[in-house]
């Protein structure tokens, strides 16, 4: 099959869809070649991704690859968040399509945005940790 089943689950029923309207970062990344943007909103407790959600408007695959990353990232410590990579998403999907895994990587990057935003909004945060 061209997708893999994980994939079609995700993209029927994508986990953690919604905003966080008191977000403690967001984080929108989008490609300019397809046009598909995909928005990312943390909320961080105890150096933890207490919560996630996202908006997608792009095709299946993102749909599917920001639903998994929500869930690889939940609970997680944020240094460890921030580390996601596309790989790690395209593997818990079971892969993707070649020429749609530039979808993986709008995921791995709205992570990545959510989770500068938040260092942003909450510079003292980022020392603490250390
Ligand atoms: Fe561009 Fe999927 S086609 S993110």
Same mark, same amino acid.
């Given at each position: 099959?061209? $997708?893999s089943e994980k994939v079609m689950d995700h993209?029927?029923?994508p986990r953690n869809?919604? @905003?966080i309207p008191d977000a403690d970062g967001?984080? @929108?990344v989008g490609n300019a070649k397809c046009g598909d943007i995909?928005?990312? $909103?943390?909320k961080v407790k105890d150096n933890k991704i207490d919560d996630v959600k996202f908006m997608t408007f792009g095709c299946g695959s993102a749909i599917a690859t920001s639903s998994i990353a929500t869930e690889l990232i939940k609970?997680?410590?944020?240094d460890e968040a921030?580390?996601?990579s596309n790989q790690a998403v395209v593997e818990a999907l079971d892969g993707l399509p070649a020429h749609k895994i530039h979808c993986s990587v709008l995921a791995e990057e709205a992570v990545k945005a959510a989770v @500068?935003? $938040? $260092?942003k909004k909450h510079p003292k945060t980022k020392t603490k940790n250390k």
């Open positions: 099959m061209f $997708y993209f029927r029923n869809v919604g @905003e967001v984080g @929108e995909m928005r990312m $909103y943390i609970g997680k410590p944020i921030v580390k996601l @500068e935003d $938040y $260092y």
